[in-house]
Each structure stands twice: as structure tokens, then as C-alpha cells.
């Protein structure tokens, strides 16, 4: 099974100064959940957040949000960021 992240939006400015962007996370193109990655508003573009991050019930317990957020850490590498950050809520 491949997971590929799919881009579902153009890279987003934002008045701050941080980009964004929203993709759809797809196991062999069928899409199977969510993630937004985006620029820190304090540190700015050296530093990328996982702001969200969702698996369809279905598809969860199979490492596909571990390879959703392995890539997404590609594509802040291709945006020059240095280090990136994910938080968890309760």
C-alpha cells in the first residue's frame, strides 16, 4: 500500500506571514483522511506545524497517519523549514 499525500488547496499566504496548506492523505488514491500543514506564527518559516491530522475510522491502527506525517515533514524540508512541531490535544 502506498500513502501519498494529494494537495487540495494552493499554498495559502497568510497575513501574518505563515503559509499553509491543506492535502488529502490517500492509500493507493483512494483518499482516506486529512492533514494541514503550515509555517510557525512566532519562529516563522524555520520552523513547520502539523496542525491537524485525521484518519478515516476505517483506515486507522495501519501506520497510515504515521506515513501522512512522515511525508508532511517532507514537504516542510521543500519549504526550507528546519524543524517541525505537532500537537496532540487531550
Not at 494529494?6 to 490517500?26: A, F, I, K, M, W
Not at 476505517?58 to 528546519?82: I, K
Request: charged fraction near 25%; glycine fraction near 8%; hydrophobic fraction near 35%.
Amino acid at each position: 500500500m502506498t500513502t501519498t499525500l494529494r494537495p487540495v488547496e494552493p499554498l495559502q499566504q497568510n497575513p501574518d506571514g505563515t503559509r499553509s496548506r491543506r492535502y488529502q492523505v490517500c492509500v493507493n488514491s483512494r483518499p482516506v483522511g486529512a492533514v494541514h500543514l503550515g509555517t510557525h506564527p512566532v519562529f516563522g518559516d524555520a520552523v513547520a506545524r502539523i496542525t491537524s491530522l485525521r484518519v478515516e475510522e476505517p483506515d486507522r491502527r495501519r501506520g497510515r497517519g504515521t506515513v501522512a506525517a512522515l511525508a508532511a515533514e517532507e514537504v516542510a524540508r521543500g519549504w526550507g523549514c528546519r524543524r517541525i512541531e505537532a500537537t496532540v490535544p487531550a
